[in-house]
């Protein structure tokens, strides 16, 4: 691993504290990998951009997948989730996923999340598209991520975990053997500390969820800006699979022109018997997939897109009338009060729904213990690239994944503290540059990125589309690179401008990774490549920032990862975007 020695333009730390390890995002899977580095005896801190119960755990809907069901086996549903990955998904991780996932729920009912019961008692489990068997565990009906997001939030609490709040993470702190020494952070306004400062640690867990921001219509909160991988970038990490963004098939079309986040109506609605129609009320899935509206999620999204291209409409219907106000009310109270604010009543009218970014199945590469290319670093959740979801992530395994790996995380760091493998002592990190190292992009900067990503990156992509928004963004980060080397002039510091800028990274990476895989596979969408190619593409395209801040894009010589630690990496040919 080779240090770029990029950071962001910010302040020195003015102020520091130290920790054996720094969680950074307070979703399923930062709370959890904090929640057992403490129990291990570890001086934890988590770190956050909101509010500790303000990540995108809390917006989850559906539910949290796993065998617990009577006549379920993790065989069977590491067998969905490989159909779903599209011939891209480690298989080996996916075994741990759905091995470890059962008793890591259990675990997670003991620290206090209350799931929907039967009246017997035993878990009220759901199905959801891309799964055989009925097997999502649901909490409130629609409301699964907040009652998780409730219950880490009050252990982490009631442990008396150091937290700090409202605090974006800057760049990664490493020491003179390029091994990991913390992160700067800038805290705005409501917390602990003000300004920039730092956190020194020896271990740190990236957990900072999505980038759903940098399209213009998503299910993410606002802070899902690619602030976890555009770090990891700047630090020399290797980020993979970036290309493979999921779109939901079913969000709640509030006009070709919104923007930001969009009110998601949940697979789970489908699982329970709603139909996709068309304007004329055709269910046009039936035939397309022997699932039908309960087909892998990037079959489903393709579906509508297609029908609304025959159709030259803006959306599609979600027709579930036939449930009944008790029912809608009961099972989907959330979806229910969402859609009737906006003016539709689901139980009396279809719901317009359409496709928009919803998740990302790549990311930061790990490995089977989240250990990233930077020695120290780690990465789980939706940040990470573990290998689970390959190229179409199947429906409720993102929780379990955020649950199971953030376990492995600090199973991992614990065992590496106890034989000395990381510091015993806080490393000492390299001193700050004061002169400005990485052009910050104007705020205005954000609504250009996302539109031109939604243009050229979105459902529907081609050759022309992403030469167009390789350009578009190639333009963009000239002008910032000109303004700094000319004059040395760039926009002022702060949240504003480190989002757009983390944007822009994590935008040029994912159209060049998408414009390099010249094939249709799961979420990624090739009009001009229709067919998928398993002798060319099924592999992995990883990349990585190189010092003069071009990219390093390589495809794997086969379906593997290369191990985390391994030195010879194949040939790379530099991109400059």
Request: aromatic content about 4%; hydrophobic content about 40%; some cysteine.
């Amino acid at each position: 691993m080779t240090s770029t020695g990029i950071r962001l333009h910010a302040p020195a730390p003015g102020w520091a504290i130290a920790a054996d390890v720094v969680v950074v995002g307070s979703g399923v899977a930062g709370l959890t990998a904090a929640l057992r580095c403490e129990a291990a005896g570890l001086t934890t801190v988590v770190v956050t951009k909101a509010r500790l119960d303000d990540g995108s755990t809390r917006w989850a809907q559906g539910g949290i997948a796993a065998a617990l069901g009577e006549g379920d086996t993790p065989q069977q549903h590491l067998d969905d989730t490989l159909v779903a990955g599209a011939g891209l998904c480690d298989e080996d991780a996916v075994r741990i996923l759905v091995t470890e996932g059962p008793d890591a729920v259990r675990r997670l009912i003991a620290t206090g999340a209350h799931f929907d019961e039967s009246a017997e008692g035993a878990l009220e489990l759901t199905r959801e598209g891309g799964h055989h068997r009925r097997r999502i565990a649901h909490a409130g009906g629609d409301a699964t991520g907040a009652e998780i997001s409730r219950a880490l939030v009050e252990a982490v609490r009631a442990r008396g975990i150091r937290t700090i709040e409202n605090a974006l993470v800057l760049d990664l702190l490493t020491d003179a053997d390029g091994r990991t020494a913390g992160v700067t952070l800038h805290v705005m306004g409501e917390g602990q500390h003000d300004g920039v400062g730092a956190v020194h640690a020896p271990a740190v867990v990236l957990a900072t969820g999505g980038m759903g921001q940098v399209f213009s219509a998503t299910t993410n909160p606002s802070v899902s800006t690619g602030d976890g991988v555009a770090l990891a970038l700047r630090a020399g990490a290797e980020v993979s699979d970036l290309e493979f963004v999921q779109f939901h098939p079913t969000v709640l079309f509030l006009g070709a022109d919104a923007e930001g986040q969009q009110p998601l109506v949940s697979e789970a609605v489908r699982g329970e018997g709603a139909h996709l129609v068309d304007a004329d009320g055709v269910r046009f899935m039936q035939g397309q997939h022997e699932l039908a509206e309960l087909a892998p999620r990037d079959i489903v999204a393709k579906g509508i897109t297609r029908r609304m291209q025959e159709r030259d409409a803006e959306h599609m219907y979600l027709d579930a009338r036939h449930f009944g106000a008790a029912m809608w009310e009961h099972r989907f109270p959330t979806i229910l009060a969402a859609c009737r604010a906006h003016g539709i009543d689901p139980v009396t009218e279809p719901v317009p729904v359409a496709p928009a970014a919803h998740y990302a199945s790549g990311g930061v590469r790990t490995d089977a213990h989240g250990r990233t290319t930077v020695p120290g670093l780690y990465a789980c959740g939706e940040v990470a690239c573990t290998g689970v979801h390959g190229a179409n992530r199947l429906a409720s395994n993102s929780l379990l994944e955020g649950l199971v790996y953030a376990e492995r995380i600090a199973t991992d760091i614990a065992a590496s503290h106890a034989d000395g493998t990381l510091h015993a002592r806080v490393p000492a990190p390299l001193p700050h540059r004061e002169h400005p190292e990485h052009p910050l992009l104007p705020p205005e900067a954000r609504l250009t990125i996302q539109r031109i990503m939604t243009e050229g990156a979105g459902v529907l992509r081609s050759a022309d589309s992403l030469t167009r928004a390789a350009d578009q963004l190639h333009h963009l980060h000239a002008e910032a690179r000109e303004a700094l080397h000319e004059n040395g002039k760039t926009s002022e510091p702060g949240v504003d401008t480190w989002e757009a800028t983390n944007l822009l990274c994590v935008a040029r990476v994912l159209v060049a990774a998408a414009a390099q895989r010249e094939e249709t596979r799961g979420c990624h969408w090739r009009e001009d490549r229709p067919d998928r190619d398993d002798t060319t593409w099924r592999r992995h395209i990883v990349v990585r920032l190189n010092p003069d801040r071009s990219l390093a894009v390589h495809t794997t010589n086969t379906p593997e990862f290369p191990p985390t630690t391994h030195s010879d990496q194949p040939t790379q040919r530099p991109q400059e975007q």
